[in-house]
């Protein structure tokens, strides 16, 4: 009885509502009195109650004295519920994608080694058409398999990899100064956006014994600027690789005086 209850006030009927409607089913035709009784419920609330139930048409009345009220038949009322609830879900489908004024995508922390790990798998399992990863090669053991059935669905898999990487599937950009990058940090980075729709950065590793943290995002703006940055460094290494004597005779080793001239000079620059 409870339950049934319960599952009434989930379609919308309040707990009178309901516990009068079940009444009615035992029994029927009934007067007011008589659902009282079966209901359990003070006679002047199953009065009130009837009256509701009649102007949902979920109960009729007789033109007789004593007035006395009989129920839908329960499939009627399921299959009236099932239509409203279709109906609803519907128009929210429709409608709610288009309520985007003062609603921006908000930029979440996820911690903890074994949290990041599952964002970062969920985020490859459900790309679509392509991935932008910037990865170092001790972390991309534990997502390679996930990004090769990617890669086997057709997905376009573009990877910048630090430390050694190696890889036999997608297109690798491999960072060379991954030690001086990682101490300069004080840990590893990883980041990855799919389908322009989805990003994640941060320290997947932290050297200062700290919980590891990332930030993951489906704000387009923060996700085209992830993007960004992974593809500015395939740039810089590609180009790097291409023309090294030019741009050591240009620049110096490591390109020292194009980062002063944009850095200043600063210890920072050894993080690029």
Excluded at 26 to 42: F, N, Q, W
Excluded at 171 to 188: P, Q
Excluded at 198 to 226: A, C, S, Y
């Amino acid at each position: 009885m409870n339950e049934l209850v319960e599952n009434l006030k989930e379609l919308g009927l309040n707990s009178y509502e309901a516990k009068v409607y079940i009444a009615l089913l035992k029994k029927y035709p009934a007067t007011g009195y008589e659902v009282s009784k079966l209901a359990d419920i003070p006679q002047a609330r199953a009065y009130d109650t009837l009256k509701a139930l009649e102007s949902a048409h979920i109960v009729t009345s007789s033109n007789t004295k004593p007035v006395t009220y009989t129920p839908i038949k329960p499939k009627e009322l399921t299959k009236r519920f099932r239509r409203k609830i279709t109906s609803t879900l519907d128009y929210l489908e429709k409608k709610l994608p288009n309520v985007k004024d003062n609603y921006t995508e908000p930029l979440l922390s996820i911690y903890g080694e074994f949290s990041i790990r599952e964002k970062i798998i969920e985020i490859i399992k459900n790309a679509r058409k392509e991935i932008f990863m910037e990865i170092w090669s001790q972390d991309f053991k534990h997502f390679e398999s996930y990004l090769f059935d990617a890669y086997n669905r057709g997905l376009d898999i573009k990877i910048v990899g630090y430390d050694n990487f190696t890889c036999n599937f997608g297109t690798v950009f491999r960072h060379y100064n991954g030690r001086e990058i990682e101490y300069a940090l004080g840990g590893k980075m990883i980041f990855i956006t799919a389908d322009n729709q989805e990003g994640l950065f941060g320290k997947i590793e932290n050297k200062k014994q700290q919980n590891p943290d990332v930030l993951w995002t489906k704000n387009e703006d923060i996700v085209f600027l992830i993007k960004e940055f992974i593809i500015h460094d395939m740039y810089l290494i590609d180009i790097s690789e291409q023309f090294p004597e030019q741009l050591k005779y240009f620049y110096g080793a490591g390109l020292k005086r194009l980062k002063d001239k944009v850095l200043g000079g600063t210890d920072f620059y050894k993080v690029h």
